[in-house]
């Protein structure tokens, strides 16, 4: 009886704190639109005569409460509405959309008092929203249970999940990823004091391990391996496949499904996240039901794709829409001034950071943050039991303003503010989290190889098969994986095919003698899509009998990997250096690659789509410093330097990644202690089904692989 008037008490005084709440915002938006009427002449809260101070605090209060209501009535409605525009176009519209439930609420006033020219509405919505926005942290600050509300709106969470599906005692685990961020990168941000939430982690017993990339360095082979445990015949970022015509490009939508649907047969398994799993940013699923801006499930049509629905929570807050539509703008106007000053003082290497570049680095360090975050922080605060997120901002500067420098601290600092926030959040979801931070790669320095020797990788292979190459050099594509995404996202959210020929028919040659050369950050692939099989070291040279010498005893070219009749495969280097790759080891050609570049090598000659040539830049140990065959002076996609050095840091409470002494080597190891994590949260994971239901229809069993409707095919030759 007395624990349920004290409870009846208690809710009583939350329903109070509540409401009190709710008057002191209404009471500083009250202000704030009478000072905003003050200073903007274009906004007015009196009638054309005049009118008392009472009066005129009474027509700002009215509005003030009528876009209040307005904003957490329908505002979510026309969110929810709008799921088939682009996150990046839907942040942009937050101004707009802001400004016009403020024109709406200023009609409501009685007596039309109430007046403003749309465009300073959109200037007086986004102030109302933010002070409003500012005004309920301030006051949650102190409360808890407060604090915890704010959260649960924010996120578009009510409550958490009922305790039997979240266990207060079993904790669930976040896995957060720092696209590109390199184990050396990290150690000195924390000794730099850029990432003082890191550095906290790590002085209270958090585990700090590198571990080693395969040969492909890159977020497809990498994510495809933690996420799903295998990226077997993943050679490359992009690749050519003779026996489909096909050029596979890892974050295409069409290749990311195909590449998430081999993984998948080739282990059985549906993924990491098959048990009560988010998949946020990602490029693959890992198995998991709840997506957002998940590439291999953005590409399916019809009404089980959910990942553009993943971030409605978000935006279906109006202070939310406009914090990051201003940052955005923020951001496309900070980095046109970098760029700027770079130019003017003439930094060296530099590449171009025109065009759309301005708009897609702002998508990726400040709207795909934004909902990435919230998304897990809804997660958490859901009860989920495994979360994988990928935030790609590091990764997305670094290409273009190098892995070193101020662009990438600012970036990281912000990256450090984003743990920050979800480690303080898991102190209010309803069951304890394990925080797990992790990278997929690194990045590497260096001037671009056509940069530093007047071509690009295409025209020196022309040249070394006696074709015509053109005398003024085009600069290659960049590989930026951000950019990318945020086109075919904006093609695909509005029913638009996506133009597969960018990075397809564009590449195939006109005549299918002549090679199709690819590049993949710092590792290049050239094949002849007239010859069905691999071709040999023999075929090429009785073809085309300067090629490989040519390409071997470049100054920009570390060694070269083709099939030998004689051999089985050999590694080609300067001065004549040849090696079988039966016999290859860390001495030799590889040995300025460092440790594990010859197993590296060796497994991905045994890919049935490795490339005729594969080619890697140049390394430089005393400068750290590769040369990509795109237009990056941040790259990764090779061998040599950072780029194969990403890290892992764990929380005491799980096992070590690896026995003391060992080292941690492949993505798919990685998968391997993930799991292992999990199991040690969790306990036994859920059966995963047969391999049969992989082929389910739509009404069929769908968690497993979302991934069965229709998506637009690459391009065939």
């Known amino acids: 009886m007395g624990d349920?008037?004290?409870?009846?008490?208690?809710?009583?005084?939350?329903?109070?704190?509540?409401?009190?709440?709710?008057?002191?915002?209404?009471?500083v938006s009250t202000l704030t639109l009478l000072i905003l009427a003050g200073l903007l002449p274009d906004f007015h809260l009196q009638s054309p005569d005049g009118d008392t101070f009472t009066r005129t605090a009474l027509t700002a209060a009215a509005a003030a409460g009528a876009f209040g209501l307005l904003g957490a009535l329908v505002w979510p409605l026309i969110v929810r509405a709008l799921l088939l525009v682009p996150a990046l176009v839907l942040g942009l519209l937050g101004f707009f959309l802001n400004g016009s439930l403020l024109l709406v609420a200023l009609w409501l006033v009685p007596d039309g008092r109430g007046a403003a020219d749309p465009e300073t509405a959109v200037v007086v919505a986004a102030v109302m929203s933010a002070v409003?926005?500012?005004?309920?942290?301030?006051?949650?600050?102190?409360?808890?249970?407060?604090?915890?509300r704010r959260l649960y709106r924010l996120t578009g969470r009510t409550r958490p999940r009922a305790p039997g599906d979240a266990p207060e005692q079993v904790p669930g685990t976040v896995f957060l990823q720092l696209d590109g961020v390199g184990h050396h990168v990290l150690r000195g941000a924390v000794a730099a004091g850029l990432m003082p939430t890191v550095a906290g982690l790590i002085d209270t017993g958090h585990r700090l391990v590198p571990w080693r990339t395969d040969w492909s360095s890159q977020t497809g082979a990498s994510q495809l391996g933690i996420l799903h445990g295998s990226n077997e015949d993943v050679p490359a970022f992009r690749w050519y496949e003779k026996d489909t015509g096909r050029i596979m490009v890892s974050n295409r939508p069409a290749s990311a499904v195909e590449l998430q649907r081999r993984?998948?047969?080739?282990?059985?398994?549906?993924?990491?996240?098959?048990?009560?799993?988010a998949s946020r940013g990602n490029l693959f699923s890992g198995g998991a039901d709840q997506v957002a801006l998940v590439l291999s499930v953005a590409?399916?049509?019809?009404?089980?794709?959910?990942?553009?629905?993943?971030?409605?929570?978000?935006?279906?807050?109006?202070?939310?829409?406009?914090?990051?539509?201003?940052?955005?703008?923020?951001?496309?106007?900070?980095?046109v001034g970098e760029s700027v000053r770079a130019l003017l003082r003439r930094e060296t290497p530099r590449v171009s950071r025109g065009g759309t570049y301005p708009f897609v680095r702002a998508f990726a360090t400040v709207l795909?943050?934004?909902?990435?975050?919230?998304?897990?922080?809804?997660?958490?605060?859901?009860?989920?039991?495994?979360?994988?997120?990928?935030?790609?901002a590091y990764d997305e500067v670094a290409h273009h303003s190098g892995p070193h420098g101020r662009d990438t601290d600012r970036?990281?600092?912000?990256?450090?503010?984003?743990?920050?926030?979800?480690?303080?959040?898991?102190?209010?979801?309803?069951?304890?989290?394990?925080?797990?931070?992790?990278?997929?790669?690194?990045?590497?320095?260096?001037?671009?190889?056509?940069?530093?020797?007047?071509?690009?990788?295409?025209?020196?292979?022309?040249?070394?098969?006696?074709?015509?190459?053109?005398?003024?050099?085009?600069?290659?594509?960049?590989?930026?994986?951000?950019?990318?995404?945020?086109?075919?996202?904006?093609?695909?959210?509005?029913?638009?095919?996506?133009?597969?020929?960018?990075?397809?028919?564009?590449?195939?040659?006109?005549?299918?003698?002549?090679?199709?050369?690819?590049?993949?950050?710092?590792?290049?692939?050239?094949?002849?899509?007239?010859?069905?099989?691999?071709?040999?070291?023999?075929?090429?040279?009785?073809?085309?009998?300067?090629?490989?010498?040519?390409?071997?005893?470049?100054?920009?070219?570390g060694f070269v990997l083709v099939?030998?009749?004689?051999?089985?495969?050999?590694?080609?280097?300067?001065?004549?250096?040849?090696?079988?790759?039966?016999?290859?080891?860390?001495?030799?050609?590889?040995?300025?690659?460092?440790?594990?570049a010859a197993r590296a090598v060796r497994r991905t000659d045994g890919f049935p789509h490795?490339?005729?040539?594969?080619?890697?830049?140049?390394?430089?140990?005393?400068?750290?410093?590769?040369?990509?065959?795109?237009?990056?002076?941040g790259s990764h996609g090779g061998l040599g330097g950072e780029q194969s050095c990403p890290f892992l840091l764990s929380p005491p409470e799980l096992s070590p990644a690896v026995a003391e002494g060992e080292e941690l080597v492949g993505a798919e190891q990685v998968h391997r202690v993930l799991r292992r994590w999990l199991r040690e949260c969790s306990g036994p994971q859920v059966p995963v089904p047969p391999l049969a239901s992989l082929d389910s229809s739509d009404d069929g069993p769908g968690p497993l692989l979302p991934v069965d409707d229709p998506v637009a095919q690459d391009e065939k030759h």
């Open 132 to 148: 409003a926005s500012a005004t309920s942290t301030a006051l949650a600050v102190r409360d808890d249970d407060a604090y915890r």
């Open 610 to 633: 490795v490339a005729d040539i594969m080619v890697n830049s140049m390394y430089d140990p005393a400068t750290g410093t590769v040369h990509a065959f795109e237009e990056q002076i």
């Open 368 to 392: 795909e943050r934004d909902v990435v975050v919230s998304a897990v922080m809804g997660d958490m605060l859901a009860g989920r039991t495994a979360v994988y997120a990928d935030l790609v």
């Open 4 to 27: 349920g008037r004290w409870g009846g008490a208690d809710r009583w005084r939350s329903a109070g704190r509540a409401l009190g709440q709710v008057a002191v915002v209404w009471a």
């Open 563 to 596: 099939a030998s009749a004689e051999h089985g495969s050999v590694v080609l280097a300067r001065d004549g250096a040849e090696v079988p790759v039966a016999e290859l080891d860390d001495a030799g050609p590889l040995a300025v690659f460092g440790r594990g």
């Open 263 to 277: 993984a998948v047969r080739r282990t059985g398994d549906g993924g990491l996240l098959t048990f009560d799993g």
């Open 411 to 557: 970036v990281l600092r912000r990256l450090d503010r984003s743990v920050a926030l979800i480690a303080t959040v898991a102190e209010h979801a309803p069951r304890p989290y394990r925080i797990v931070l992790l990278s997929d790669h690194g990045q590497s320095p260096g001037e671009t190889f056509e940069g530093a020797y007047g071509l690009t990788l295409k025209d020196l292979v022309r040249a070394g098969c006696g074709l015509p190459v053109p005398r003024r050099v085009g600069r290659t594509r960049s590989g930026s994986e951000a950019r990318d995404a945020a086109r075919d996202a904006l093609r695909l959210a509005l029913h638009r095919p996506v133009d597969e020929t960018d990075e397809t028919a564009r590449e195939l040659p006109a005549r299918p003698s002549e090679p199709v050369v690819l590049a993949s950050g710092n590792l290049g692939l050239v094949s002849f899509p007239d010859v069905p099989h691999r071709m040999t070291r023999e075929e090429i040279d009785r073809r085309h009998p300067a090629l490989l010498r040519t390409l071997a005893n470049h100054p920009g070219v």
């Open 299 to 335: 590409a399916r049509r019809g009404r089980r794709n959910r990942s553009r629905a993943g971030y409605f929570a978000y935006f279906s807050d109006p202070a939310n829409a406009v914090r990051t539509a201003g940052s955005f703008v923020a951001e496309c106007v900070r980095e």
